[in-house]
């Protein structure tokens, strides 16, 4: 059917001689609506929609030609002249255009209209307007030229163009539109919410409004400030009700202050601010309609434990379950590591120390497998002598007292365990070739005295049949294995609190384990993605009857405990029995959150179409996981929660700018942090980070250097300043009592860093800053057990203890005092030297000794340092590692001052500064080059005239190495 046209505007009528040319229109007339075109075949109408294309001109110059493609062809129009072809065919585009323009407008229109009423368009309400905006794209019309349409219709064109090919553009510029007009309206408010004003990252993070929003806030930034704000901002602007409006924070101090604060200043009533145990209580009383008392098992950790204890000590009397129980011991009593996978043997050495690894007679063993092998002869009633002397003609010299691991008195057999894997290797610290040589050695002693030798090989061990193959060989060998009865054992293992420790560790367990909430399937997977999961799942097993009955305990008295708050929580908003009245949820301390607070988040956020989640937190002070705090969380919130935006929270108004240079740089040598430019509003010109290096090997010292850095540090603060002594393990703090009679003019607190998070001081002393397993890093490895049940370790090395030490130096708001033993330096303390942060290492006098000590590291274990020692007997001095009596290297100092003395090129030289002592080494034996006034030249130290292995090596003139800068 014909269309109707309306409104005629022109005619186009070409001369009467181009009827006979090609496909020639006779006349053309132009509508509001559309065109009407006269053939040969008589009058053709179509609408602009129908006409897909705009009217073209043909580029061949002596044809005046424009043509117009129709549904049902293409009609050429010409002309006299190019004048009169260009002047027909501007008309015709033109009009072509103008009916599209007008439909280009009101899409425009009602696309930003749609933008504007969103206010904050959030990605899940975008999809609808991306859909709408490429949907357009085939109807499009081309950008003609400029000078063809009006510049407001042509701007109209290059908008929709860009709107249907970068629709994001749009959205981007409608949020950044949003955001820069709130901050104009609600500029008063975010001048008066808080004492002082709000920063602009402060006030945009509180108007952004994505699905979810996540505000990174560094230390001293004024997290608690942007959460008060972004709450005032959602209530004062109308997007949200009070009682829609829901905080999460981690105390319950916390969760009041920040409720007083809103009422009391800004007159806002009605907001829900809980912990989350509070808050899972509430929905659980709500949902079962009751009442709800909380189990003092839940709030006294003895009376947990000791439930735990009793339980446990109950089913060792079932025969089933003690044979499970020896059998775990049996394999698992101490946490294992391959000594292969030791950097050094100072590292392992101090992980045998750390983790005090003994046999069931208490004996301190030197590895797993002599532990292990110890075990099996004592379980079996095999007496035996650990490390017995066996006195030997080929004892030399220069070789220790022979000592194999294992003597069997009664079968006059001895047992050595060698360290080598199957190709004969040994551990990557080990002189391997010194090592095989002893092993043959020790064959040869026991060949030649015809004295039994049993061996086993490291290789067995992690192979797990030692104790197999431990047992044939005795066995073989006559001796006669006489396996005490399970209750003997058990006493045993009992006596030495090794039943004890583990019902501790099984109470930890069932409360990561409740925590955790898994189901039977997940539980599988945790154990089959665990370190040892045999280990686990023997633990679990032994765990399982113990949950059972404290779960029944629970029950009889009908009360809960904090896992059930959280869990049936959860359960009732996921299955709709708890509708969740909270369209806006913000959560304070979210790097602390656990996975079971996490999962009630994300049940709360999904129980509302128009929910918002807004969380707060720093990455870098995420220092919880032994509680369930998960930092992937925060690392990877995008992944978890959804669309995200995240906020930077730039400006610190804690700690000044020489401080945040050590914290920031340290913190950020984890790649997984995420990176942060934190600015200090207080801005230092020299190093306010100071090194106080003292002995610490005793009270008494312990004593004098606090007392000295604090009588400094009351010289040069102001009266009534606060110091703040912060240590890894509170047993590293002082008694503030003599010390602040002693400094009246000062106030004094302490805390485990763990409990200093969210508080500061002006001045901060760090103690406890030695290597160990109560240093910092602590060195104490988790129960793998516990390491099992708790969030995934991060692959970089102290992860969390350096975020730890982060914490602790951002305490401070003027200066960080960093008390440090350089005989038992701490790696941190180490790295901040060598990394050439900007310390200040001369505010306080340390010793030669002190100053020397990084230098020195002992050539052995490589991890211990050089000291100086004296020998009882002799008085001589001499040098020897700090890790004595496990690492027993010693050596002889600088001739000059006693110094320790490190090897450079062929030389050792001094570490002390302001000494240039030095000794060359031998390039054939490694003995020290000694000046022979006989000879006239210099010698080996190692020469012993004729004897065998003397060195002879002699050298006329030997140059003496460079001398130090500024000696």
């Known amino acids: 059917m014909m269309p109707v046209l309306v409104q005629k505007l022109t005619d186009i009528n070409p001369p009467w001689w181009a009827r006979w040319l090609p496909s020639a229109a006779y006349a053309l007339g132009i509508f509001s609506s559309g065109i009407q075109i006269r053939t040969p075949k008589g009058i053709e109408s179509f609408d602009w929609a129908a006409i897909g294309q705009p009217p073209k001109r043909a580029p061949i110059v002596f044809l005046h ?105 749009w959205l981007t510029n409608s949020r950044a539109s949003y955001v820069d007009q709130a901050l104009v309206d609600y500029h008063d408010l975010f001048e008066t919410v808080e004492s002082q004003p709000l920063t602009t990252d402060q006030r945009k993070a509180c108007i952004i409004d994505e699905d979810n929003n996540l505000i990174l806030a560094g230390a001293g930034t004024g997290k608690t400030s942007t959460v008060i704000g972004r709450v005032a901002f959602l209530v004062k602007s109308g997007q949200a009700k009070p009682e829609e409006i829901l905080i999460l924070a981690y105390g319950n101090k916390a969760a009041i202050e920040l409720r007083e604060r809103l009422e009391s200043k800004l007159g806002i009533q009605g907001i829900t601010a809980e912990t989350f145990h509070r808050l899972g209580r509430c929905i659980v009383k709500k949902a079962e309609n009751k009442s709800i008392d ?31 129980l020896l059998s775990y011991f049996e394999q698992w009593l101490h946490p294992v590591r391959n000594p292969f996978e030791f950097q050094t043997l100072g590292d392992y050495y101090r992980f045998l120390e750390d983790n005090d690894i003994r046999t069931l007679k ?34 030399s010299p220069d070789r220790a007292t022979y000592r194999p691991d294992f003597f069997l008195p009664e079968f006059g057999i001895y047992i050595e365990h060698f360290g080598t894997d199957r190709q004969g290797n040994t551990a990557p610290y080990i002189d391997q070739a010194k090592y095989q040589a002893d092993m043959a050695w020790k064959r040869q002693v026991h060949a030649e005295r015809g004295i039994p030798l ?66 039977d399937q997940q539980q599988a997977e945790l154990i089959a993605g665990s370190a040892d999961p045999g280990q686990v799942g023997a633990a679990i097993t032994l765990l399982a009857p113990i949950v059972d009955a404290y779960v029944d305990a629970l029950q009889a008295e009908e009360k809960m405990d904090f896992d059930d708050m959280i869990n049936k929580a959860n359960q009732y908003v996921l299955d709709g029995t708890f509708k969740s009245p909270w369209k806006y949820i913000v959560v304070d301390e979210f790097q602390d959150i656990a996975k079971s607070r996490a999962d009630l988040v994300q049940a709360l956020r999904r129980g509302q179409d128009d929910g918002s989640l807004f969380c707060v937190g720093d990455d870098w002070q995420s220092i919880f996981r032994f509680t369930g705090s998960d930092i992937s969380f925060t690392a990877d919130f995008k992944k978890i929660f959804g669309p995200t935006e995240s906020s930077e929270l730039r400006k610190t108004f804690r700690f000044n700018s020489k401080i945040g240079a050590v914290a920031s740089r340290f913190v950020m040598q984890n790649p997984r942090q995420i990176v942060k430019d934190i600015q200090s509003h207080t801005v230092a010109d020299t190093p306010t980070v100071s090194l106080v290096r003292a002995s610490m090997a005793d009270d008494k010292a312990i004593d004098e250097v606090l007392e000295r850095t604090v009588a400094h540090l009351s010289t040069i603060a102001k009266p009534g300043s606060s110091v703040y002594f ?104 180490r790295e901040l030297i060598q990394g050439d942060y900007p310390l200040e290492l001369e505010e306080l006098a340390a010793s030669p000794e002190q100053v020397n000590a990084i230098l020195a590291n002992c050539p052995v274990c490589t991890q211990g340092s050089l000291v100086n020692r004296v020998n009882r007997t002799t008085r001589a001095p001499f040098i020897a590692c700090s890790n004595w009596p496990r690492c027993t290297h010693i050596e002889s100092g600088c001739r000059r001052c006693n110094a320790p003395m490190t090897r450079s090129g062929r030389y050792r030289v001094c570490v002390s500064p302001s000494c240039n002592g030095w000794v060359a080494v031998c390039p054939r034996s490694g003995g020290s080059m000694v000046f022979r006034d006989k000879a006239k030249s210099w010698g080996c130290s190692d020469y012993r005239g004729l004897d065998e292995g003397s060195c002879r090596h002699m050298e006329r003139n030997i140059q003496a190495p460079p001398k130090k800068p500024g000696t």
């Open 65 to 169: 030609m424009a043509y117009v493609t129709t549904p049902r062809g293409t009609w050429r129009l010409y002309f006299r002249t190019t004048k009169q072809r260009d002047a027909a065919w501007l008309e015709l585009v033109r009009s072509w255009y103008i009916p599209r323009i007008i439909e280009t407008k009101a899409r425009l229109e009602m696309f930003e209209q749609g933008l504007k009423e969103e206010r904050y368009l959030r990605t899940s309400k975008w999809e609808p307007y991306r859909q709408q905006a490429l949907s357009w794209a085939s109807t499009c019309p081309p950008i003609p030229p400029e000078g063809i349409l009006t510049p407001e219709h042509h701007r109209l064109l290059v908008k929709m163009k860009r709107l249907v090919q970068l629709p994001e553009d």
């Open 294 to 324: 909380i189990s003092t098992m839940a709030t006294d950790k003895k009376a947990k434990a000791k439930f735990v204890n009793t339980a446990f000590e109950a089913k060792q009397r079932e025969p089933e379950y003690r044979e499970l």
């Open 454 to 519: 049993i061996e086993t090989f490291h290789y067995e061990k992690q192979e797990g049949v030692l104790l197999k193959v431990l047992k044939q060989r005795l066995t073989s060998a006559g001796v006669v294995l006489n396996p005490l009865p399970p209750e003997a054992i058990l006493e045993t293992l009992r006596e030495f609190g090794v039943i004890s420790k583990f019902s501790l560790i099984l109470t930890d367990m069932l409360g990561l384990l409740r925590a955790a909430n898994l189901s």
């Open 726 to 829: 912060l240590a890894r393990f509170k047993h590293n703090l002082p008694d503030l009592d003599p010390v602040s009679r002693r400094f009246p003019n000062l106030v004094f607190k302490k805390d485990s860093i763990h409990s200093s998070k969210g508080k500061e001081a002006d001045y901060v002393i760090i103690l406890g800053l030695s290597k160990g397993k109560y240093g910092l890093p602590s060195e104490i490895v988790n129960h793998p057990l516990i390491e099992a049940l708790q969030p995934k370790a991060e692959a970089y090395p102290h992860a969390e203890e350096r975020r730890l030490f982060y914490v602790a130096l951002t305490r401070a708001r003027h200066r960080v005092y960093l008390v440090c033993d350089m005989m038992r330096c701490s790696p941190f303390v």
């Open 362 to 395: 208490g004996e301190a063993v030197k590895g797993f497998g002599e532990c292990d092998i110890a075990n099996f002869l004592f379980k079996n009633g095999i007496e035996y002598q650990y490390e017995a002397t066996l006195k030997t003609p080929l004892q």
